[in-house]
């Protein structure tokens, strides 16, 4: 199985569960303007300003685009190995 850009596998009931990347606003907004730029394009006062109205709308997490079901606030619901092998298979 490939990890992708899945950070860490944990084992519930028997279950392989797996987790998407995901970082905090909180984190992101100590980065530089360059720093946000590099990541996601675009005119880094822009990103954090962007960043600052999801902080204060509540959102906490930035999250994979490939995370089916991802939560701004809890972030990556986790996702059943079964599913991931199936797209890699
Ligand atoms: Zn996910």
Redesign the pocket.
């Known amino acids: 199985m490939r990890k992708g850009d899945l950070t860490h596998i944990t084992l519930n009931q028997s279950k392989m569960t797996?987790?998407?990347l995901e970082t905090k606003i909180e984190t992101l907004l100590c980065w530089t303007d360059s720093e946000l730029q590099e990541v996601f394009g675009g005119f880094g006062p822009d990103i954090r300003l962007e960043l600052r109205i999801r902080l204060a709308a509540g959102e906490k997490k930035i999250?994979?685009i490939?995370?089916?079901?991802?939560d701004p606030v809890t972030g990556?619901?986790?996702?059943e190995a079964k599913e991931v092998l199936d797209g890699t298979a």
């Open positions: 797996t987790y998407h999250g994979s490939d995370c089916q079901g991802f990556c619901p986790g996702h």
